[in-house]
């Protein structure tokens, strides 16, 4: 808008100047016709008198009198001025004519008087003018030029201040995930868009709340529920193998109910604590935990598990400083996640040895665990962390994809992180981070 502006004062100013410009040599040219068509001198010199003290000459004026049937003259002027052929058709044909050139501007029109009749051209160079519009045109650049600038400058701090509330939103909305659903974005006390937003989003959050918790109510009775029975199928099966005089179909067939229930409780359990760590809310039971502690502890309970197993503790990076192996938490739940992760490993390497390396920096403890099985396909890594999502090169292992998510949510209620690196039947590497107490 500016530019066009800008160009449209320009041509204004222009048509302008060059018309007061016609019009000025014009008359000036009209006088000189008129005194050539005088028939005695002093009359002529009447007339350049007049011309003389009221008008005075334009710069590099020039006139060119052609009289009543010398078309010699006229073709010589033809030949000598640089001027289009359709300004001769416009004297010829509307008795007047003009013409704008680069080095003078040219008019030229038929006088009659004292029953004579003569053609006159002038031209004379507009140099005020062509001074006034470069003046004009270098004033409209830098006019331009600064009010781009400022346009440019004023815009970027008007839309950064008409879109800082949106940005707040999209800063809150990106935090909000399923362990802290109860945040809520600022509504604020105006009645615009923005607050229409706000509240918005509020209301889904509301919605979305309501369905996590039915979920997770559903799914943590669901557990509750199936435990008891579990327990009670599992007693009987052990009754069941302790009798004497069974016969061997009978007794072989309690282990396996013994054997699948274990799995079945093994899985309620997991699925219930997947449920409870979804939220924020279960701090009961937090105290110091020593990581090398914990580590060692949970290697007892695999020995359990899964007696020969190949998993070795890696002291070679312990840190000095005991205080950076303290972390704030709950010492059951962690147990569970690297228990999980730990057999993980353990299981997808067939038992191949699977290194557990403890580390620390500044303010945070790591554990590595590194074992060369089956590894993890590029494309599955991103979703190893989902609820049920198992990997497609593990259908000769039994899982039920709950293990690691069960681990990431421990870890995230903890503040920790964990990373997976992993190639296929090289090798997986999982780390995790705690933020430690000291
Ligand atoms: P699952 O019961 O299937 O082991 P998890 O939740 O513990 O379930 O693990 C999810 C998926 O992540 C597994 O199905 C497997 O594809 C992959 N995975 C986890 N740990 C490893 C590992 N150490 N090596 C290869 N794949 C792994």
């Not at 007696?307 to 704030?328: A, H, M, R, T």
């Not at 353990?346 to 060369?372: F, G, L």
């Not at 690691?404 to 995230?412: G, V």
């Not at 992180?417 to 190639?423: A, G, L, M, P």
Request: aromatic share 10%; hydrophobic share 40%.
């Amino acid at each position: 808008m500016i530019l066009s502006l800008s160009i449209f004062i320009y041509i204004f100013a222009f048509e302008s100047t060059s018309r007061s410009f016609f019009h000025r040599l014009e008359v000036r040219s009209n006088i000189v016709g008129h005194a050539a068509l005088q028939q005695n001198q002093s009359r002529s010199s009447i007339y350049y008198d007049i011309k003389e003290k009221h008008l005075g000459d334009l710069p590099f004026e020039k006139h060119y009198v052609i009289e009543e049937g010398k078309s010699e003259r006229l073709s010589q002027i033809r030949n000598t001025l640089p001027i289009p052929e359709s300004f001769y058709r416009d004297l010829k044909e509307k008795k007047a004519a003009r013409y704008f050139g680069r080095d003078s501007s040219y008019v030229g029109f038929e006088i009659y008087d004292n029953g004579k009749n003569v053609m006159i051209i002038s031209s004379a160079l507009d140099v005020y003018g062509l001074e006034e519009m470069a003046n004009l045109k270098k004033l409209l650049v830098i006019g331009f030029l600064i009010a781009m600038a400022f346009v440019f400058t004023f815009s970027r701090f008007f839309s950064k201040q008409i879109f800082q509330p949106i940005r707040m939103i999209i800063w809150k909305v990106k935090g909000i995930n399923a362990n802290n659903l109860h945040e809520r974005l600022v509504v604020g006390g105006s009645r615009d868009e923005i607050a229409h937003l706000s509240a918005t989003f509020n209301d889904m959050l509301d919605r979305l709340e309501i369905t996590f918790d039915m979920q997770n109510n559903f799914v943590s009775n669901a557990s509750h529920e199936f435990r008891t029975p579990l327990t009670v199928i599992s007693g009987e099966a052990e009754l069941g193998i302790s009798l004497r005089d069974l016969p061997e179909p009978a007794s072989s067939s309690f282990r396996t109910i013994l054997r699948e229930s274990e799995k079945l409780e093994h899985l309620t359990n997991s699925m219930l604590s997947l449920a409870q760590t979804g939220f924020d809310g279960k701090r009961e039971q937090w105290g110091v935990v020593r990581i090398d502690e914990l580590i060692f502890e949970v290697k007892g309970n695999m020995e359990r598990i899964l007696p020969g197993n190949g998993v070795e503790i890696n002291f070679d990076e312990l840190p000095e400083d005991e205080n950076k192996l303290i972390v704030i938490g709950n010492e059951t739940l962690l147990k569970v996640a690297f228990t999980n992760i730990i057999l993980n490993s353990c299981k997808y390497s067939d038992n191949k040895p699977v290194s557990v390396a403890i580390k620390a920096n500044e303010n945070r403890v790591m554990v590595e665990i590194t074992d060369r099985g089956i590894g993890i396909p590029d494309s599955e890594i991103g979703q190893i962390f989902v609820p049920f999502f198992r990997a497609s090169n593990t259908k000769e292992y039994e899982g039920y994809g709950i293990g690691l998510p069960l681990a990431n949510n421990i870890a995230k209620m903890h503040k920790g992180t964990i990373d997976v690196r992993s190639q296929v039947n090289i090798g997986t590497i999982f780390t995790v981070r705690f933020p430690c107490k000291y």
